[in-house]
């Protein structure tokens, strides 16, 4: 079983919305406590956009300036499921997403954007947003 699984991307005008969701195995569900969003357009680095601390009670968030009042990452610990809703979205959003998993302590926060502490990748999924 692969252990983070992404859909929803799609094509989109400016100004509207899409919703990715991301799938996690069972096992990675358990071994991570926190779930993040990248994204990577051609030419550019990849960059952290969201990322929420996993498991009941916890479900601190962090965003990348760029997206923060537009895009909100929000979990289904019932469902292993961490889902990616963006609106008003722009030609600049445009990028192939992936969905991450890692292990940070709490005081770690100002990692989770980072691509390099994550564990578990997905195969991505693309958001293309036309002018």
């Known amino acids: 079983q692969e252990p983070l699984v992404e859909s929803g991307g799609g094509s989109v005008q400016a100004g509207g919305s899409l919703r990715l969701t991301c799938a996690a195995s069972?096992?990675?569900?358990?071994?991570?406590?926190?779930v993040a969003w990248f994204r990577q357009a051609p030419g550019k680095e990849r960059e952290g956009v969201a990322a929420?601390?996993?498991?009941?009670?916890?479900?601190?968030?962090y965003y990348a300036d760029s997206v923060q009042g537009r895009f909100t990452i929000s979990q289904d610990n019932d469902k292993n499921t961490v889902y990616l809703h963006m609106a008003s979205l722009k030609p600049e959003d445009t990028a192939l997403y992936y969905c991450?998993?890692?292990?940070?302590?709490?005081?770690?926060?100002?990692?989770?954007?980072?691509?390099?502490?994550?564990?578990?990748w997905g195969q991505g999924t693309q958001v293309t947003v036309s002018a």
């Open positions: 929420i601390y996993t498991g009941r009670g916890i479900g601190d968030t």
């Open positions: 069972a096992y990675t569900s358990r071994a991570t406590n926190v």
């Open positions: 991450a998993a890692g292990i940070f302590r709490y005081s770690d926060y100002p990692l989770v954007l980072k691509s390099d502490e994550y564990l578990y």
